[in-house]
Structure formats: C-alpha cells, structure tokens
C-alpha cells in the first residue's frame, strides 16, 4: 500500500507541474475514438483511431494512451495490459463502453483497476470534467453507440431491453453539450449509426454464407457473431436459434432503430442549438450498406469480416477509421472553413493494402493481428484469421480444440472438462463482454 501511495504521490506531482497550454486538439467518446480492435486497445490498433487521424491530417500532436498488451489481453481488463508511458497526459480521452451516462460519471483515479483509470491518468475525473479542465480549442465528442449498442452485444439474453431511455439520454446529452460548449470553441458531435446492420449481427443469409444453413432463423431476425461460432464449433446445437435469448425478432430490431432514430433527433437538436456540427455517421454507414466502397480494387462490407470491421464484428478496421476521419475533417471544413486536407485516394488505398481485417482472397478469414490480445490469440482456432479457408457446416473439433487452447491461453489445465455454460463464458471474455451482462 505505502509502494502505491508513493507511486501515485509521483502521478499527481506530473499533474500538478504539467503547465503548458491545451492541447490543441482533443477527443472524447468510447472504445471507437479509444482505437478498439479486436476486443482490445494497444499500441498495434489506437494509433488507426479515427482521432490520429484528424489530428495527424490537421498537423497537430495527438498524444494517446498507448497500451502495451499481452496473448490474454483484453478491453476492459488490466489483467496482461498497462500503460506505456503511464505520466503521458493524453488528447485522446475516449474510453471503451462509455455511454451518455458514463461520460459525466465514471472517474479516473488510483490504484489503475479498470480502463478509465488507464487512459486518463495521471488526469483524474470524468472525460467532461478533464475537457472542461483542459479547454481546447478544437474538440470532437462521438459518444451515444453504447446507449443502443448494449442491445446487439448481449449475446445470450438478445431483447432489446439494454437501451438507454430516451428521456435518459436526452438530459444526458444536454449536459454534455452544455459542457463542451461553455468556452466557446469549436465542438464536432457524431450521431449514433444503425447497430442492427455492423458484422457482428447474422441474418439468415449470413449464416447460409458461413455457416451452409440458416438453420431457421426467420426472416428479419438476427443472432449474434457469437452464436454463429458456437453453432460451428458445436458448442451449441443449432437450435439454440428457436431460444428468443439467442434472436433479435422483427420487432425487437424496429425497437433499436426507434431508438437509435430518437437519439440521433437529440444529438441534432442540441448540437444545433449550441451551434456546433454533427458528422452523420448513421447516414454514412447506410449508405456503406447500400452502396460498398471499393477501395484498391476491394469491395468493403459492413459484414462480418467484410473489411470494414476487425475481428470482433464492432470496431472499425484501420480502413474503417481512415473513411470515418475523412468524415470528420469534411463536416469541419464545411462548417469552420478550415480547409484540413482528406486522407487522399492513394493514402486510402496504402492503408487499404496493409490492413489486417479485409478479406483480399474471398475466403470469409482476414489475416488479423497475431497475438495482439486475446481473441487475436485465439483467431486462428476459431477459424476467423490466420487467413486459412472457411469450412461451412458444424465441426465439434474446433470446440474442443478451441476450449483447450482457452484454457491454457488463461493458465488453466487444458484437459479440464467443461459445460456449455462454460463455453459461453469462455466466448464472453474473448469478446471483451464481461462488462455487457
């Protein structure tokens, strides 16, 4: 105890001696603008976020609160991640799973125990009270995703009822505004995109294309990513797609947009009263939907493993922020005349031919990023990346020798018998959801 009050004495007198100016840039928001990949925020996936590269375009520093990780890493858990350069006071505040709510509440201190504590300090307080502190003269705040997305990411008990109220995360969202805007600078806000269309939902056509059979599954519904495995590795029997847990109905789906469509009518609202611009990203997303973009000859889909997303079906491949920056810096020039340039078609491409989530030869697996946290680790046996070949149809091998190498990855005896509640818990923290039950 007296080793961490020496530490964190140390911490604070950073803190406290730290006097330059605000940094001219600075972002607020979730484990998007944190640089979430694959279950996990490092070094390897956050300098891709979209807020490098705003920053990186406009010719502002931008420092972010790298992370070294582990095989067994994962967002969310200190277990095998720490800061690189824990005194390093950050731009980038974004925190994975901050919601509306979370935003104004959740408060960075010692001992470092969960991942605001990670990347705020040695800054203590909310990611509004450190901007407020800080009072920079440019500052983009994408924050609203979770309030809906909790809805698509609990697997196993797939309702609906995980969204945040509309009267809720009205006040919440009034509150931020008033907060950013109170000195009288330039605030960018995003709105929430339809979560019911990212890579990690499965229509029956999705599962017909990895799987060979949509087993059931009605028109109109959706399971999960991980579902999907489940059934492949025989972990579970297909007709876990009869259970309502498993399934995202028709109506249950209609209940998310309602509400992604009442949050995005907020956030317009209020930023309009403030004065400040929003980015469309629900638009943008739909119409990558409709209408894929191709960039280095390549098609990118909104699919699971489609290129636009890594590995856990959420986050944005490096590509995937690239076009998302471009979003960014096009409202600003829009609205502030700024005249930021765009990442360029040949920058586009460059980034395209090294990003490790598109899928290049077509066989539904991307290369992924080995090692670098624990579902990367585990990529390969779950047959997602290592770019091997797809085998549609159900192979209870891959279950087997999926739950042993979690098991050992996790220093426990890989031979250990197992139930199917533990294969659930197993998918739930290599998917980074133990924070979502």
Known sequence: MLRKLVVAGIFFAVAATAHAGPPPIIGLGDSIGEGVQSADAN????PNTYLALVAAQMGKPFTQPLIRTSPIGVVGSTVGRSRMDPTALVADLAVSGAD?????????GWPVDDETDLVELPRTGTQIEIAQRLKSPLVICWIGNNDVLGAVLAFDHLDASQITPQNVFAGNFQTIVDDLTGWHDKVVFA????VTSIGYLFSPQDLKLFLGDSYGLPQGSYTSLVAMLMIR??????TILRDPDWVLDANEIATMRKATAGFNRTIADDAA?????????????NRFAAHPPTIGGVSLLLRYNGGLLSLDGVHPSDIGHALIANAFIRKMNATWQMDIPTLSQTRLASIASKDPFIDFNGNLVVRG???RGLLETLGPTLGISGDRPWQPGIH???GRQFMQQYFSATGRNPARAWTQADAIEAMRHVFGLDAQR
Request: hydrophobic residues 45%; negative net charge; charged residues 10%.
């Open 396 to 398: 209870p091998e891959l």
């Open 191 to 194: 709105n929430v995109p339809d």
């Open 369 to 371: 990023r080995p090692l």
């Open 233 to 238: 590795m025989g972990l579970l029997p297909p």
């Open 43 to 46: 070094a390897s996936t956050q």
């Open 273 to 285: 009263a403030a004065g400040m611009p929003v980015v469309d990203i629900h638009g943008i997303m």
């Open 100 to 108: 509306s709510g979370s935003i104004l509440t959740d408060s960075a």
